[in-house]
């Protein structure tokens, strides 16, 4: 059963757009963090979000944890060609060491 | 530099075959994750381990058993390969709660 829905599946945009992406679930989660996969490679960890409410700024990239800790968001300014990938969200329950991955955003970035 | 490795980029089984993924890596993380990657479902775990010899279902195990023998290996072992088994498999290792998961570069298993 996955439980994490991320939205939307796929998202072509121009360079210089800007974007976001969203992660829902019913569930509320201990912390929330987002990965980025490139092709032939593993997801590598942007970012981690623990508290409601919190939102951190990597560069172009804003993450905000929801207030029930049940959501996720990540804004994307100005968007790069670098920027294109899968970008996977992956909430924590208390108590446990285990991830739910979402269902991933397919991101491309045309020059 | 963290490093997580997975034995064999692709491979190419047949249907009944006993088959065997390893994973080591080199951070002495207590924490180790078996998932499988499928086109529109994100990553799905399969199992997870976090101490020598013990070893926690995940979401999908049905089809798979695991083994830890040493901190630094993880092995996920498909007891009888069916074609539904096609996908790519990722390893990862984890140090604590809510530290980064260290992907290996995955496994690309086709079963024939």
């Known amino acids: 059963t996955q439980l994490l829905e991320q939205s939307p599946q796929f998202l072509s945009i121009q360079e210089g757009e800007n974007l976001t992406v969203y992660c829902n679930s019913s569930s509320v989660f201990s912390s929330l963090q987002w990965y980025r996969q490139e092709p032939g490679e593993g997801p590598v960890l942007l970012v981690t979000v623990v508290t409601g409410g919190e939102v951190k700024k990597l560069k172009r990239l804003t993450f905000q944890f929801g207030d029930a800790r049940k959501d996720s968001s990540l804004h994307i300014t100005a968007a790069q060609p670098g920027d294109t990938g899968l970008y996977l969200c992956?909430?924590?329950?208390?108590?446990?060491?285990?991830?739910?991955f979402g269902t991933g955003t397919r991101l491309k970035v045309l020059a | 530099d963290v490093k997580v490795t997975q034995s064999s980029r692709y491979l190419v089984k047949r249907t009944g075959e006993k088959v065997f993924l390893e994973c080591v890596q080199d951070?002495?993380?207590?924490?180790m994750f078996w998932y499988r990657q499928d086109p529109g479902l994100g990553l799905r775990l399969i199992y997870f381990?976090?101490?020598?010899?013990?070893?926690e279902k995940g979401d999908i195990p049905e089809g798979y058993s695991v083994s830890r023998e040493k901190k630094e290996r993880f092995s996920l072992i498909l007891e009888s390969a069916s074609t539904n088994q096609t996908s790519m498999y990722l390893c990862a290792s984890m140090s604590g709660s809510n530290q980064p998961q260290h992907f290996g570069d995955g496994t690309r298993l086709s079963i024939l």
């Open positions: 381990s976090y101490d020598v010899k013990m070893k």
């Open positions: 992956a909430g924590r329950y208390s108590g446990t060491y285990k991830y739910i």
């Open positions: 951070m002495d993380h207590e924490n």
